[in-house]
């Protein structure tokens, strides 16, 4: 029996789009050949969420994206500004594409405060790493979506 098409949210800056922090974007052209059959739906969470590009870079301080979601911690940029509510508003604003797209399968940008689908910054800015999911990914796993990174995404479907 054949599978019918499924769609996959992914990080728009995997696709090319500029959309990251600096202005740029994180292009894999592995994810796009390996899922443009399926149907890919790009997403930018913090953009979605009303912040500009570039913007300056953000990180969840004292917590994870579930802790965000908790009102346990909070999202800062490098400049000290409180940018929280622009990262919940991005997750919940993604949040509504999955459901209403009906996508059970993500493929999110690694480290990000809002994409990240292992580990995070620890709201330091200085590179050091934790364990932890960011803000849209904390929300989208409550949903039951699947979200991988373009780190582990290759058994996306033969699960």
Do not use: W
């Amino acid at each position: 029996m054949k599978r019918g098409k499924i769609l996959i949210l992914v990080s728009a800056c995997l696709l090319g789009i500029n959309c990251k922090y600096d202005g740029s974007n994180n292009l894999a052209p592995k994810i796009i050949e390996r899922f443009e059959e399926e149907g890919i739906v790009p997403v930018c969470p913090e953009q979605l969420g009303g912040l500009a590009t570039p913007r300056n870079p953000a990180e969840i301080l004292n917590g994870t994206g579930k802790d965000v979601l908790d009102g346990k911690a909070r999202v800062y940029s490098n400049s000290g500004k409180d940018v929280t509510a622009s990262f919940l508003r991005g997750a919940i604003e993604t949040t509504k594409i999955a459901k209403k797209l009906r996508i059970h399968y993500a493929i999110l940008k690694s480290n990000s405060p809002s994409c990240a689908s292992k580990r995070i910054y620890d709201g330091t800015f200085s590179s050091s790493l934790v364990e932890g999911n960011g803000v849209t990914v904390a929300l989208l796993k409550c949903e039951g979506v699947r979200v991988y990174s373009e780190k582990n995404y290759v058994d996306i479907l033969t699960k």
